[in-house]
């Protein structure tokens, strides 16, 4: 009984290992913590980000004026976004997103949150053949096909470039 215990836990051990989504490294330039790889939300809002993010998200003041034109425009639309967790443009958008969203009553969990290092790469090819050059880089999709990004910062506001992505679909 004991020769089978052996290989079988080896093997769950194995299993559990590889089977992780994300990984979290230290940054080869700051030391900071990099995420790499597919990661929950929660990742990045209650442990990693959570000093910045609590500031960046408090702090913002969505345009509730153009958040009411963007009612009910978020159905069907799913979302990805291409980030690095020590760049500051991440530390600041994503917050920023997130709380508009929520503003919004979007499901933030169901975003696809993918971690890179500077070279646009995650733990594996997540990145690979999303054309990633800056990020943060948000991809919104509808019926499975991408209607519009934003790359790094907004052209005008978060809000108002969701109002320009969002009506292209029509």
Known sequence: MLKYLIPLVIIITAIQIYSQDYKI??????????????CPASIIIDSLFKDTWTTEYTNYQPDYETLDNLEGKLEDVTIKIVFRSTCSDSKEQLPRLFKILNELNYDVNSITLIGV????????????????ELVPTIIFYKDGSEIGRIIETPVESLEKDLIRILNSDK
């Open 117 to 132: 290092n500077r070279e646009k790469q995650g733990l594996s090819n997540e990145a690979e053949g999303l054309e990633i």
């Open 25 to 38: 490294i230290p940054d080869e330039k700051n030391g900071e913590s990099l995420i790499l790889g597919y």
